[in-house]
């Protein structure tokens, strides 16, 4: 029995690899992007409903051709490489949110939330041309799809777990079972969260590039970013790299993404 369900536990996870577009890495996609999308919008639109618009209308509508014109080159290139079908999972939307946080995120599907807080960071178009861009490659990487399968197969590895140690003392089970938890949250789920910041960041600058902006302003982006991190966490215990990590990584991206760039 134990063996049956490890043998099916693989089969599930060789059928449902798929390709992260320019930088190839294999990631697991267990949830359908009907699944993820219809969330995906539900979530969306009770977020918007909830937190007010901006009221900067120069502000909103760079914003919105700053996000028009990196989606645009997105969807070309996957049309161009053969990935047509992807381009039908996007209804790109970009809203400017009165909120002094300094943040940003894209929902799957292109759901796309900027807050005023990052603004005074971005300083021009092209500062907003990074954060979008990494944002949007969130989307298209299906970062979330393969977060939600992450913890599909950590659920499943807890059960077989489990499982596997029915013949042995209740005290030994539960402990095995609390390093197994320790080990699968530092172990697995924030590493990866930081994998998918990084891969973003690559896949951003090349976006961006695409789309007529220069990549070098992402680490003066990043390096204001850093002047305005206070009592960060360690990167171990963060889903986020940390700064300096950061910057030396998109330092390192910066020739291929300038592959991409014509002026």
């Not at 994998?195 to 695409?210: C, N, T, V």
Request: glycine letters at 6%; charged letters at 20%.
């Amino acid at each position: 029995m134990k063996k049956i369900i490890l043998f099916a536990l693989l089969g599930i996870l060789l059928v449902s690899c798929s390709t992260v577009l320019l930088t190839g890495r294999k990631q697991l996609l267990l949830v359908s992007d009907s699944e993820v999308l219809t969330s995906s919008f539900q979530s969306y639109k009770q977020f918007i409903d909830s937190v007010p618009a901006s009221t900067n209308k120069t502000q909103t509508a760079l914003v919105k051709k700053v996000g028009k014109n990196i989606s645009t080159v997105v969807e070309a290139y996957l049309n161009a490489n053969g990935m047509s079908a992807e381009v039908a999972n996007f209804a790109w939307e970009f809203n400017l949110v009165k909120d002094t946080s300094v943040n940003a995120f894209c929902m799957p599907g292109g759901k796309v939330v900027v807050f005023e807080g990052i603004l005074p960071i971005t300083k021009n178009e092209v500062g907003l041309a990074v954060v979008l861009g990494h944002e949007i490659a969130h989307a298209v990487a299906k970062h979330s799809n393969e977060r939600m399968s992450q913890q599909m197969v950590l659920q499943y590895g807890a059960s077989i777990t489990d499982a596997l140690l029915t013949d042995k003392p209740a005290t030994t089970r539960a402990t095995i079972n609390t390093i197994y938890g320790i080990g699968a949250q530092y172990g697995v789920m924030l590493p990866y969260s930081r994998k998918h910041e990084y891969e973003a960041d690559q896949l951003g600058l090349i976006f961006l590039a695409m789309a007529g902006y220069d990549p070098n302003e992402a680490i003066t982006f990043w390096e204001r970013m850093a002047a305005n991190s206070k009592g960060a966490p360690m990167e171990f215990m963060s889903t986020h790299p940390s700064d300096a990590n950061r910057i030396a990584k998109l330092k390192e991206l910066l020739p291929e993404a300038l592959k991409y760039y014509k002026k």
